[in-house]
């Protein structure tokens, strides 16, 4: 469910990139920032990374203001996810308005619900958004775990995903590249 979350959001995004910057490139995806090995993890450049840096369970039963009906059994869960601008050397000022479209962004449109989002997973009543205030120690402590230099960044609180054994179904990810003349179906 985070996956579906956080790849509609991308999705959403970039939709309104394309509808409002006229580019036809995807300017926002969804990625780590390091590989285990510590190389850069996100493909290419000129592009703001999708991160998730936090998950933290809901205990207050609610969210900015709305309440929600608890599923017996169920868990509610919070997650932080950070927008990273991840442009070349001489392209600081394209991170900086990217960021700032990011901002923007969740100005225009901070609540997600499939009336309003029709690729939102089913299965997910609402998402909110606001922006999380982090000291700058906590931001040192952020991209110290994340093993990443700093870039103009952005984190907001996404609340809230409902957790319930539902979620689980079988995924069979699509094969290609066989033939369908291949040998298998003769042994």
């Not at 901002?103 to 606001?130: C, M």
Request: a negative charge.
């Amino acid at each position: 469910m985070i996956y579906e979350a956080l790849s509609c959001l991308a999705d959403e995004i970039n939709e309104y990139f394309r509808n409002k910057l006229r580019i036809s490139e995807d300017k926002v995806i969804l990625s780590g920032l390091v590989n285990q090995d510590g190389t850069v993890a996100i493909q290419g450049e000129n592009k703001v990374a999708i991160t998730l840096v936090n998950i933290e369970k809901e205990t207050s039963g609610g969210a900015a203001g709305n309440s929600f009906v608890s599923k017996s059994g169920a868990t509610h869960v919070n997650l932080y996810v950070l927008f990273s601008s991840y442009f070349s050397a001489g392209n600081y000022p394209e991170a900086l308005r990217f960021l700032s479209f990011i901002i923007a962004y969740f100005q225009y449109k901070n609540v997600f619900t499939t009336s309003n989002t029709p690729r939102l997973d089913k299965s997910i009543d609402k998402l909110v958004f606001e922006m999380a205030s982090i000291t700058p120690e906590q931001l040192n402590n952020i991209w110290g775990s994340l093993g990443a230099k700093y870039m103009p960044s952005v984190i907001y609180k996404m609340r809230m995903l409902t957790f319930d054994e539902s979620i689980i179904r079988e995924y069979r990810p699509v094969v290609s590249g066989i033939d369908s003349d291949s040998n298998l179906t003769n042994r």
